[in-house]
């Protein structure tokens, strides 16, 4: 498997979501619903939890930053001009 290849070469492994869609545009129990199956497999491969979520298309809501925080799962984002 990939990220267990990714895993021996000791690079981080992050999130991206299930399927790619925007986040900030679904309700709660969708988002989650594309962020903790990652976090499931990234935890089960690795053997710790993923701390980042690089959100498609950098969409994502203060709501989900702040899910995130509680979960400490940090936001990887760019800035305009980056
Ligand atoms: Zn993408």
């Given at each position: 498997m990939v990220l267990q290849r990714i895993a021996a070469d000791r690079h981080s492994i992050g999130m991206h979501g299930q399927?790619?869609?925007?986040?900030?545009?679904?309700?709660p129990c969708e988002w989650q619903a594309e962020i903790l199956p990652c976090q499931a497999t990234v935890s089960r491969v690795r053997g710790r939890q993923p701390m980042w979520l690089r959100a498609p298309f950098g969409a994502v809501s203060d709501e989900q930053i702040e899910w995130c925080a509680a979960r400490s799962i940090r936001i990887a984002n760019w800035l305009l001009g980056s």
């Open positions: 399927s790619h869609r925007k986040l900030r545009q679904l309700p």
